[in-house]
């Protein structure tokens, strides 16, 4: 039972470079997001995704792009790396059947770094 | 001020230890959830709760909702509890969780 799964787990990238960060579930859930984690400070919301076919802003979303590709992926893509976006990337999941605010399934991270 | 506030923000326990966590927020919410992260790992869903009190093994959650507080416990605290311990809160009608930053636990053999 894999759960929730990104790939890649490491990425270096140089300014300017970009890059797609996949993440697949596997449980059905509706609900997807991604955050990012950075030292001091809490998970903060890049972007989610409420159900397949739609995706909303989190409260960090300048710099990234994100697509719901069926009910399982969604990934996040860094148009144009900068060293600001140095972080450990977080996809996860919640079922949110009619009431959201579900548990959280998160993936394993994904830390990148941009140079 | 971060709407989800805990404490400490570090704690060192000797093994076997009874240890409190705390977790307050500033508004209404429709769960509280307590979540654990190992050094250089992923994120895992320990309890979410809405009212009373759960318990797991080892661990004990309990909310109140009166006074917007939650405490997560450890019993017979083990070295393999070192992680950092997540607070979060989820509200009705969004589907947004807001994270508090984190209480990073040492047990000492």
């Known amino acids: ?115 | 001020k971060n709407e989800v506030e805990q404490s400490p923000q570090n704690l060192t326990a000797q093994e076997g230890e009874f240890i409190t966590i705390n977790c307050s927020y500033s508004v209404g919410i429709s769960a509280l959830h307590w979540l654990q992260q190992h050094p250089g790992g992923g994120i895992v869903s320990l309890f979410m709760l809405s009212s009373g009190k759960k318990k797991h093994g080892r661990l004990i959650a309990t909310i109140n909702i009166q006074e917007k507080h939650s405490s997560l416990h450890i019993t017979a605290s083990h070295p393999r509890d070192s992680a950092v311990y997540i607070c979060a809160v989820s509200y009705k009608g969004t589907y947004k969780y807001i994270f508090g930053t984190g209480t990073r636990l040492k047990v000492l053999a």
């Open chain 1, 1 to 115: 039972n894999a759960g929730v799964t990104q790939t890649p787990k490491f990425q270096v990238l140089k300014t300017g470079q970009s890059m797609t960060l996949q993440c697949a579930q596997d449980m059905n859930h509706n609900s997807m997001y991604w955050y990012r984690q950075d030292p001091g400070m809490g998970l903060r919301l890049i972007y989610y995704s409420a159900s397949e076919g739609t995706t909303d802003k989190g409260e960090v979303p300048n710099g990234y792009n994100v697509s719901r590709l069926n009910k399982r992926e969604f990934s996040l893509r860094l148009e144009s790396a900068a060293p600001s976006q140095t972080s450990v990337y977080f996809c996860a999941s919640t079922v949110n059947r009619g009431a959201p605010g579900g548990e959280l399934f998160f993936g394993e991270g994904s830390r990148l770094t941009v140079l």
